[in-house]
């Protein structure tokens, strides 16, 4: 049997020499020599905040012969945020809504005890936070099944994602995602826990899982893609910051 060779992907080849950044009133585009770059819908790819253009810029820059938009996370939440979020900002709020009424947070395992523990200590102060932060009110429950959470906090959980901007509620409802979790999602967004840090905490489970069986090779690359996706979410959500 011929062995399959790997294949590789079909990545763009790098066009350009340099990336910029050039303010244009309380706006702030990048450039490819000199030329401003485009969304997938064509539109600017362009921010009021120069510090996140300036990352940006950098991603573009740190591009080799070819360019992977699998390393430039940035880009890619800045694109989905001008072509997609102002049309969709109602179901984004929605699914907020949804993620709390299943909130990682709030499913404990019902054993071992360690592994309960770990949880609770991880977890719990995060559960009080959005309830005394944002009047999100969670009830926790033993094991998978999910319990009905009170209306109420569903309805502030959808309010805080519609009063965001299309930027911040791209980058939550993305952590959201990365997370399993609304309430450490929102803790990042409200700049109370580090996106790293938040990243771990979504992970309890899964490193109670590692310590007991060994490490997969192939899950962890994908980890490390997911972390490094988190920590994007932190530089954006830091330069954004009010």
Known sequence: ????????????????????????GDTFAILLDGKPVRTPQKNHLATTHETLA????????????????????LTRLLNVSIDGTPGARDAMADEVAKYTE?????????????LRARQEAGWGHWRQW?????????????????????????????AHAASLDDLRLTALTWAMALYGSAVLALAVEQGELDALDAFDLSRIDETWQIEQWGEDDEAMDIVARRRADADAIGKLFAAIAR
């Open 102 to 114: 299943t909130d990682l947070v709030c499913h404990l395992a019902d054993g071992p005890s360690e």
């Open 54 to 73: 300036n990352l940006i810029a950098a991603e573009w820059d740190a591009q080799g012969e070819l360019i992977d938009p699998t390393t430039m996370p």
């Open 1 to 24: 049997m011929t062995e399959r060779k790997p294949q590789t992907p079909n990545l763009p080849r790098r066009f350009y020499k340099e990336a910029a950044v050039s303010r244009e």
């Open 130 to 158: 959005a309830g005394k932060s944002l009047d999100i009110v969670l009830v926790p429950v033993e094991g998978i099944i999910a319990s009905p959470q009170p209306d109420a906090s569903l309805k502030a959980a959808r």
